[in-house]
T-cell receptor, first 113, second 111 residues
Framework: KAGVTQTPRYLIKTRGQQVTLSCSPI?????VSWYQQTPGQGLQFLFE???????NKGNFPGRFSGRQFSNSRSEMNVSTLELGDSALYLC????????????FGPGTRLTVT | GQQVMQIPQYQHVQEGEDFTTYCNSS?????IQWYKQRPGGHPVFLIQ?????EVKKQKRLTFQFGEAKKNSSLHITATQTTDVGTYFC???????????FGKGTTLSVSS
């Protein structure tokens, strides 16, 4: 079974721009969660989608948004990028919503200059 | 809100020594999970504990869930260089809620 895939793997953007990241979950998994990983803060939960509905949300500003499509693929959007948004963005899929074992993708490394 | 804390933040050991990382939650957890992230890699699920006082073993790794379901530990016996990486614990307060990760313990092993 293919693992979680994320595109693009690397991205360089300028402050003020917006960015869209994509995640394809493991086949059959309907839950997709997004995390931001930085050296100082570890893994911080952004949000989780299940069956195209946002089920859980972390403490991030409204500039961070997401959506899920009927095929369970998910996108995450960050608008008005700030330098502090530079991080590794990890997507994880699971067969159930909320608190079940997560299968992570390789991540998208975002650098904001 | 729910907080999950891990100690120590870093640990260096000689190959063959034991290693333990501890995880403490500010609230009672419905379950605790452990993940390992190798340098340059992504977190990989190791195990989930659900019951109070539960102990599970995977070869040289022993995982424990506290009686009060607010703490957990991961113990590695006789570390090897392949054990290098960051170990994260993660828990959720109740089924259906988000998984909150600790900041991890980074293990380095010298041969």
């Amino acid at each position: 079974k293919a693992g979680v895939t994320q595109t693009p793997r690397y991205l360089i953007k300028t402050r003020g721009q917006q960015v869209t990241l994509s995640c394809s979950p493991i086949s059959g998994h309907r839950s997709v969660s997004w995390y931001q990983q930085t050296p100082g803060q570890g893994l911080q939960f952004l949000f989780e989608y299940f069956s195209e509905t946002q089920r859980n949300k972390g403490n991030f500003p409204g500039r961070f948004s997401g959506r899920q499509f009927s095929n369970s693929r998910s996108e995450m959007n960050v608008s008005t990028l700030e330098l502090g948004d530079s991080a590794l963005y990890l997507c994880a899929s699971s067969w159930r919503t909320g608190g079940y074992e997560q299968y992570f993708g390789p991540g998208t490394r975002l650098t904001v200059t | 809100g729910q907080q999950v804390m891990q100690i120590p933040q870093y640990q260096h050991v000689q190959e063959g020594e034991d290693f333990t990382t501890y995880c403490n939650s500010s609230t009672t957890l419905s379950n605790i999970q452990w993940y390992k992230q190798r340098p340059g890699g992504h977190p990989v699920f190791l195990i989930q504990l659900v019951k109070s006082g539960e102990v599970k073993k995977q070869k040289r790794l022993t995982f424990q869930f506290g009686e009060a379901k607010k703490n957990s530990s991961l113990h590695i016996t006789a570390t090897q260089t392949t054990d290098v990486g960051t170990y994260f614990c993660a828990g959720s307060e109740q089924a259906g809620t988000a998984l909150i990760f600790g900041k991890g313990t980074t293990l380095s092993v010298s041969s």
